[in-house]
């Protein structure tokens, strides 16, 4: 299994990036996927999923990423995406796609443990 992110760069304030994440050696339509988070010094985070279908998807709890950032998926090209817009330096981090085996659920789950797959990350560096 492999998850390849790509769409990371430097970017101003205000700005705004598409991350993709093409996954490859799964049954695609079968996972949920989400994308974290990770600024220096910092925890990982959960930044949003969306479920196998693409009908369903869930942000973080806190106000940093609500109305700004927006998860879809293409099933027939193994793709996720995460649309970024008005971003902020505090977005700075790299930023991880993973995926967790959830064929015909609603759920989007928020804890990195139940991914079982992670891609490499890509990074997003927005300045002031």
Known sequence: ?????????????????????AASGLTFSNYAMAWFRQAPGKEREFVGGINWSGGNTHYADSDS???RFTISRDNAKSTVYLQMNSLRPEDTA??????????????????????????QGTLVTVSS
């Not at 299994?1 to 994440?21: E, K, Y």
Request: charged share 10%; with cysteine; hydrophobic share 40%.
């Open 94 to 119: 790299v930023h991880y796609c993973a995926a967790r085996l959830a064929p015909w659920s609603s759920v989007v789950v928020s804890s990195g443990d139940r991914y079982g797959y992670w891609g």
């Open 65 to 67: 990423v609500k109305g």
């Open 1 to 21: 299994v492999q998850l390849q992110a790509s769409g990371g760069g430097l970017v101003q304030a205000g700005g705004s990036l598409r991350l993709s994440c």
